[in-house]
């Protein structure tokens, strides 16, 4: 998360004057906690470890605990309290010590030595406890929110500001529920709508529209961390995106906030878990991973658990986790067991250490739809009865073992011919270095054997005919190649060679001066010297042991090359001789085979036919099992078959391609899963990944309510966790999430530090609306969208943002809401605001991240050479214009249209974004291409829609960008700047030309350059206006 | 309409377009400010002997005062192998392609790179070193011309690290933690000191070309982000080709004149806005504008080399001229602090030599070793060493053991955290000074450890910051970039 609006003293002035009144009821939580956290705790806190002078303060007990006759605090006496005497003294023993460089203030240590007079009472931090739904005050105000808000103005003696106009109005909440403005006309219909429920009407429209969802989605996405890239060493693109739609139509559909809990911390949990909650389970694999070479297993392994337990704990619990890693949390009562104890819901993840590098790292879920689904079911038919037809002819075998004959048949030699008239059937034949493949006739040269030979002439270079894909070959026992070739004696090359194909190009032979053809390291399979090249005018048999060339038998060979360096060879005749004794061969004979044992033959056989029949000799295989075996044998393995399936396997192969290449268009999501077997986790000490401490169970920290253990003794689980978390008692997460949303609409949380509710963060500015609200969002069955309503429906949201001396004096951070914040608009809705005002927002929903605009050189200058994410490759056409949800994030290099306007990086979990106010951005709307476009096309709807005069078509676009009409000098200062556009630009028509025509997108013909120019600039100007990029 | 406000606005717009204008609505906005913090924190308000800077220091800032105003960081990521640079180790020639001692080792950790190998064969480095300047520290001749400026600096031979893989001991190294979402030296050093220059911005970073065949690793912008500070602190990245600071130029067709007439337009405007909403921000953002338009005319002089003595482009090095060059990056590092810019950090890639480490190692060499020299023998021309801090320096070291194949000439070294060298020089640092030492294998240290928590404390201590105290509110802790743990001030190799 980013904080940058942390509570400065102010506020506490304001709430706390520095004059006690004597009467006054201090409240632990309130006034003292934040005190002695800040001060105290470090070392006098719950961490055990670095507890000085065995004397703790955040409890009563050890306050009060007789320290060798005298304790810290005796309630109701100051003067006997060594606290006081410690910190009102002026010696070196002070406290907090002079190195702690965190004085106490007067005021302070009077609010201390106040409270030890009431009685010390210690309270429970505000936030462990749960909320209690307090009771609405009295007001005239229908929305209970104004009503809690009103009465703490009133303590104050501030008055809340009027409503906004009606214009303001529209557009602060249409951007807020939707990030796009409103059109004209809808400012229109809302102006003239004197229904007593226009805004409620309005509020309905924004929350039914797609919009929503996707500004909705925006901020969750921050929390979750998402992105489209793995975040570290590579930074290598991850497919994820169906999670960031998921989010989307969470939003849209209002799923109950427990659903989206539950769905995204334990989806794969859910018994027969659905598509959506799948991907929605997704959440747990944002964190950033890695690949890189080196790397040790363990390390990553737990700090993905880490990341995964810190942002958990972050989002639902707003607290810092983080700390207890290493040590025990100084300021929160939570240990780092407790810690660990959360980390071991998350510690048994599935997905590897490390990603692979690749888009796809598993776990993951393939996203095939309907209709892909009904070709895919039609084409597995289609497979299905080939392999009816491979049986049919399985059935009609007449086999007769040769093992078994008497006498047995002796040893035959065979030849098998892999290469005559042409290369295997199916096979992709290609060439390179010189013509495509050229077959003779004898008419035209030596043909050794059937009707074509294959003849290539190539200049000083490599060149060759061969095949990596199509069909296949299978290496025999104690096999030995054989081709032949004819040197042309005219033009005899300088080196040939033989290649093979298996996963790649790994075996070769080759012959005459191999270093001419420089493939495979030289002295190993790769590259074998066969000798001196044959010689030339006749056909000469070349040989080469498979084994030399490191094919063992068995190894499927999927292509083959005739390679030369220069010159004119035919080749013909190429094939594998072997030895067949049927009788003692597998290939031949099923007893032979199976006689082999289930370890030799295993890697034939299915795994879990193989883990079947582990150990067990085949006369202990049941009927069943030895036919299974038997069937697979014959069809796979049995060489009187081979040569009549080959055309069936052919047809299914092709088919399963099919089915394949379906599956792989498909989109993937990342998701969650555990291994079977969990891990055991440890406390990890000081937070080192090789340093196991005592072992934990999963379970929640103490001061929390309970998770008991579940009845039938199962251990618990990521879902049991997400109940937990959703419990109607549980004192965090419906504050949190409350307090979150209020933060989207107002700018800060009632809780300021919205990611820590902890005592070290600040306390709420109004406690009984915040747990009203949480009791309530409960209540409402954790309806968002109701929540929103609530929010936006108040008086407080709808008042003008104005901003008297006044209240900037007595309220600067706007902790009471007296006024409605004005906030700069975020990174997303400012891009989205320009394509939108211009027309050339494109609507689409969804999709894999797309690739905007973007300034050469952000991704190259610190993309890793191997990462596929180096070069930045610009979409054009609609892709440029879509919402910014869309864009592309990769996490090293970040979009600077984000980034510069406070976007995170999703590195880590993010509850709130900064609002900076930057000369870099100043240079960004004013002169990045996109704004530029933008406000060109803009121009053009201004001229074409905005009216015939400058002045009326400066009104309508001023309309358009703020939602309210222009004053009259605004008009004029608008005005005399586009005359000086206009004059400048008609005494220059080249500069005019040049800026019509920035951007991909055409300029209107009909509109002259220098209009269009000098338009361009307006809305230039427009669109950076203070009012443009700020709600207001 | 309200009279206080139209008389705010009235007097504003007078101060704003008065006389020097610009800088005079400087001054005037700041008064405003000072009233009341814009988007930054209370504590983050201008002291007000700094009110006419757009960005101030932090009030209290420097905590003392400082030896070094402001910092220059040349980043070797990769690692380079300090066997083959800075530590000299003629005992090993002996050992040639003799298994590594276990007593060496120790059973440290290893990557999983050369985990697998069945030896660790000692790879002795193949270049000669020589005693350099009056105090003789030791270089190798792969860096002839930092030899020539070795009683400036203090070598650190004895630095370590906790990472052991690239991605997180960059981030370890920039950020002061392995995990990203930290804030890097750069950025707290901005919020920390501001900048004195109200025309460009407190942290630059040039990220260079380096040689073609190198094994380059990647960087991360996390290496110059603001982390959790507000992103006005992230480090604003100079760019070689292209605009040099982001969208600074003009949209074509657009000049000068035409920005202004938009934007004196657009200051009415805001003004007018801000009488209606009397919003402190609005006031900040003109000014922003006005910073950003004087951006896009200090920006080009300041990237002129034009006003540059021959000599000076000469000492440099060939590719001075060439945007995006280590070269030229140096000599811009200088024109920027010159120009009052608080950090500079430059960031040079591809010393990451697992093999062919000779060949690759004179590349990498070849491209910073003149201009790095020439980068401090031209601060001190200028008066400027003094108080110009410069570190040299990659994430961590390289084993002595060889990963591959070893020969007289060629080898490889794979990572290693656990001794490295750094030099430092200017503001606040002994010169000629060696300090720590390591065993005859460079693979432990021996004397003087320092670990890169304590070169950052020392860093800010250079700059007038004691790092205990530089601290701020993220996650429920005062985070700083020296950690949790104790850190140390390494006294002994200040000036």
Redesign the interface.
Known sequence: MRLNQLLPCLLLLTFHPALLLADERLSFNRDIRPILSDHCFACHGFDAKKRQADLRLDTAAGAEADLGGYQAIVPGNPQESAVWQRISTDGDDVMPPEDFHKPLSENQKNILRAWISQGAPYEAHWSFVAPVKPDVPPSTEGNPIDAFLRQRLSEEGLQPNPLADRPTLIRRLTLDLTGLPPTPEEIDAFVANDSETAYEELVDDLQSRVTYGEHMARYWLDLARYADTHGLHLDNERSMWPYRDWVVRAFNQNLRFDDFTRWQLAGDLLESPTRDQLIASGFNRCNVTTSEGGSINDEWVFRYAVDRTATAVEVWMGLTAGCAVCHDHKFDPLSTKEFYSLYAFFHSAADPAMDGNIAETPPILRLIDESDEAKMAALRRQAADIDQQIEQRLRSLDYVDPALLDPQPVAESIEEIWFEDGFPEGANVESSGGPPLQLIAPENGAVYSGKLALRRKADAQIAQDFFAKGAKLRVPDSGKFFAYCYLDPEDPPQAIMIQFHTNAWKNRAVWGDQEKINFGKPDTTEKVHMGDLPATGQWVRLEMEAKQLGLDAGTEVSGFAFTQFSGTITWDHFGVAYQVDKAKDPAWSWQVFVEQGVATIGKRLPDALRRQLQGRNYDQWTVEETEQVRKLWLSEIYAGTQSVLAPFKASKQALEQEISAIEKASPVTFVMADLKKPRDSFVMLRGAYDNPGEQVQRGVPAFLPELPGKSDGSPLNRLDLANWLLRPDHPLTARVTVNRFWQQFFGNGLVLTSADFGSQGQPPSHPELLDWLATQFIADGWDTKQLVRRIVTSHAYRQSSELTPEQLARDPDNRLLARSPRLRLDAEVLRDQALFVSGLLVPAVGGPGVKPYQPPNIWEPVGFGNSNTRYYKQDSGSALYRRSLYTFLKRTAPPPFMSSFDAPNREQSCSLRGRTNTPMQALQLMNDIQHVEAARAFASRIILAGGKTAKQRIEWAWRVVTARQATEPEVGIALAALRQHQSRFEQDANRAAELAQYGESSPDPDIAPEQLAAYTMLANLLLNLDEAVTKN | MNP?NEFVREATRRQFFAGAGLKVGGVALASLLA?????????DEPASSNAAR?HPPLAGLPHFPAKAKRLIYLHMNGAPSQLDLFDYKPGLAKYFDQELPDSVRNGQ?I???TSGQSRFPVAPSKFAYTRCGESGIWMSEMVPHMQTIADEITMIKSVHTEA????PACTFVMTGSE???KPSLGAWISYGLGSESNDL?AFVVF?PTFPKDSQ???????MW?SG?????Y?G??L?????P???????????T???R??L???N???H???A???????L???A??E??FR??ASVPELTDLSSESQATLEMYGPGVNEPGTFASSAILARRLVERGVRVVQVLHRGWDQHNRLPKLLKDQCLDVDQATAALIKDLKQRGMLDDTLVVFGGEFGRTVYCQGKLTREDYGR??HPRNFCMWMAGGGIAKGRTFGETDDFSYNITENPVHLNDLNATILHCLGIDD??FTY?????EQRLTG?LETRVITEILA
Not at chain 2, 228 to 232: A, M, Y
Not at chain 2, 239 to 243: A, E, L, N, V, Y
Not at chain 2, 276 to 282: A, C, F, M, S
Request: positive net charge.
């Open positions: 206080i009233q009341r913090g814009s988007s930054i924190r209370a504590s757009m950790r990557t999983t790179m052991i893989n690239h991605d995990v990203p979402g911005p990220t380059a690793q990647a960087l991360f912008t996390r982000s959790f500070l507000p992103s006005k992230d604003v990245a760019r070689g080709s292209g605009d600071v982001l969208y600074v130029k003009n949209p074509p067709g657009v000049d004149r035409d920005r007439i938009m004196d337009a657009l009415q405007l805001n007018t806005n801000y209606r909403y009397h919003d402190p921000e609005t900040t953002r003109i922003q504008y910073m950003a951006m896009q794979d990572h205990r105290r509110p993220f996650q429920g802790l949790v």
